[in-house]
């Protein structure tokens, strides 16, 4: 229950360093136009998509609890928790894209990219979504 009292700072956490992020990743696209400038950007939209990242460590502790520890050797969790926050976050990315482009306020549009599927998502993604769902449940983790 504890958890749930940490969800609204969590939720902060996750949307202010998912904006960070965001905006250092989308920078790189001006360091491959060669203008240093480093212009990144966000949308205000993507906050609250950010901010669910504050759910990753739950729904990883309780597919812990259910998928169980026995055999798990030191680097298993790791990649459980990576797979698992992935898959979650590219779920959230589509269903969230799904609803704000039925509304016409989708910030991001992939159509014509790489392993892009609808647009909503791109495939070759994966390792930053794995890395950031590993981020997020780091960063809300109760420390002590």
Known sequence: MSRLKDLPVNFFK????????EVMFTSMESVLARDWRLIGRTSLLMFPIYGMGALLSPISTLADRWIGEVYLRPGDRFVRHGMLDMVLIFTAEYLSGMWLRARGICPWDYSGRIASINGLIRLDFAPLWFMTGLLFEQITRKKG
Do not use: A, R, S
């Open 14 to 21: 996750c949307g202010i360093t998912g904006w960070c992020l």
